[in-house]
Nanobody, 127 residues
Framework: QLQLVESGGGLVQPGGSLRLSCAAS????????ISWFRQAPGKEREGITC????????NYADSVKGRFTISRDNAENAVYLQMNSLKLEDTAVYYC????????????????????WGQGTQVMVSS
């Protein structure tokens, strides 16, 4: 089963930072493009960023561009999301998931998800 495990969420003040991690057991992440999605209370799940298999291509939604950075360490079989300058509206459950493509110019909002959703990790931005 293609399901990943997210961690690293928590409570942070506006302007703060968090780093989320995405790991897998029995899945070799370097074989997949990976995306981070999030779902805020009362809203639909949205794709916010993706990274290609090699890590050479990254795409970001406008809402997080310049604040969030996706990266991967294929040797560690992990993908990360560094979130800086967090805003109240970043409060959501964050998920990582393999996606069909992550080519230059792909919109994170239009990615095809492979596998199933994990438990996610809660990020709460509050003063």
């Amino acid at each position: 089963q293609l399901q990943l495990v997210e961690s690293g969420g928590g409570l942070v003040q506006p302007g703060g930072s968090l780093r989320l991690s995405c790991a897998a057991s029995g899945v070799i992440l370097k074989n997949f493009h990976i995306s981070w999605f999030r779902q805020a209370p009362g809203k639909e799940r949205e794709g916010i960023t993706c990274i290609s298999k090699s890590g050479t291509v990254t795409n970001y939604a406008d809402s997080v561009k310049g604040r969030f950075t996706i990266s991967r360490d294929n040797a560690e079989n992990a993908v990360y999301l560094q979130m800086n300058s967090l805003k109240l509206e970043d409060t959501a459950v964050y998920y990582c998931v393999p996606v069909l493509t992550c080519y230059t110019g792909d919109s994170p909002a239009s990615l095809t998800v492979l596998g199933s959703w994990g438990q996610g990790t809660q990020v709460m931005v509050s003063s």
